[in-house]
């Protein structure tokens, strides 16, 4: 079993060569060049997912990888969460090595099947300071469940080694190249969200801190382009300034532009919705430095 830090930015597929370049600029060294096929399990009825489980897996050079991933907890835009791999020969389960998990109960019952794909190419470099080690993997495909399809297009920076401040200082980085936009939303609940097995509710995300609420339902918004989630944030974000040590994270005139940004967002197909908010690179520059806190 591992811990896994890591921030995602999901950004517009016409910045791709920008953040190519900032990478270069950024002293990363390149690591490797990957097509992964990445396809997730879980019941008929979507018990893997309802407990924020999910279980894939993956070919890679070659090789298969079983993985395991826990719901863990968000927090300022960082997931922290436990993971578990075992090599296996294809693509089918090893129940034996599932047999002590936390879904072993499940997977006894042998109703595990394929529900959705995520099939990208990883561009992997490592950044390095001091004690500080940053991974950062861009990554562009599609999402894939049945007949649906979505495209991907994310930059990951998974913390390897020293201080998790540092992922937010490498995104902010990148956020003065081009506009990213901090990312609460798994590939795979992209995934289940197009096989019709997952529907976010506003309900499930009002009991977390305001800013985690914003971030949540900003990325909400964003899988589904529906209204109740933007209304959310709205009214989230007036609780986070209402916080006076939250004031002092943005200048007045950054809180107006983010404000203003806002209310002029619009509820329609995700499609739309994708592109109002990953073409302002305010929204990402007031979000990561509200997450660096």
């Known amino acids: 079993m591992a811990r896994e830090q890591e921030v995602k930015l999901s950004v517009l597929g016409q910045n791709w060569t920008a953040i190519e370049g900032w990478l270069a600029l950024s002293a990363a060294a390149p690591v490797a060049t990957d097509t992964l096929r990445n396809t997730y399990f879980d019941t008929a009825d979507g018990l893997l997912n309802q407990q924020r489980i999910a279980l894939r897996i993956r070919q890679a050079d070659g090789s298969w990888t079983q993985t395991l991933k826990t719901k863990g907890a968000t927090a300022r835009g960082v997931h922290d969460r436990q993971e578990w791999d075992w090599p296996v020969r294809g693509l089918a389960l090893d129940f034996e090595a599932l047999g002590s998990s936390p879904i ?7 109703a595990l099947q394929p529900v959705f794909s995520t099939d990208f190419e990883r561009k992997t470099w490592l950044w390095r300071d001091g004690n500080d080690e940053v ?25 390897k080694g020293g201080s998790a401040l540092r992922l937010m200082e490498q995104a902010q980085s990148l956020s003065e190249k081009c506009a990213v936009f901090l990312n609460p939303v798994s590939k795979a609940e992209q995934g289940y969200w197009l096989a019709g097995l997952y529907q976010p509710s506003t309900a499930v995300v009002k009991d977390e801190p305001p800013l ?54 619009v509820a329609g197909t995700p ?3 994708r592109a109002q908010l990953l073409a302002e690179p305010v929204l990402g520059q007031c979000q990561l430095a509200l997450a660096r806190g």
Do not use: H
């Open 104 to 110: 072993a109960r499940i997977a006894e019952q042998g």
């Open 135 to 159: 991974e950062v993997a861009l990554d562009r495909g599609a999402v894939r469940a049945g007949v649906q399809q979505a495209p991907l297009f994310e930059v990951e920076l998974e913390l």
């Open 212 to 265: 985690d609420v914003w971030f949540r339902a900003l990325g909400y918004f964003w899988l589904t382009g529906r209204a109740e989630f933007l209304s959310c944030a709205t009214e989230s974000l007036a609780r986070v300034r209402e916080d006076t040590d939250m004031q002092s994270l943005l200048d007045p005139q950054r809180w107006r532009r983010l404000e203003t940004f806002l209310s002029g967002l």
């Open 271 to 273: 499609e739309n919705v």
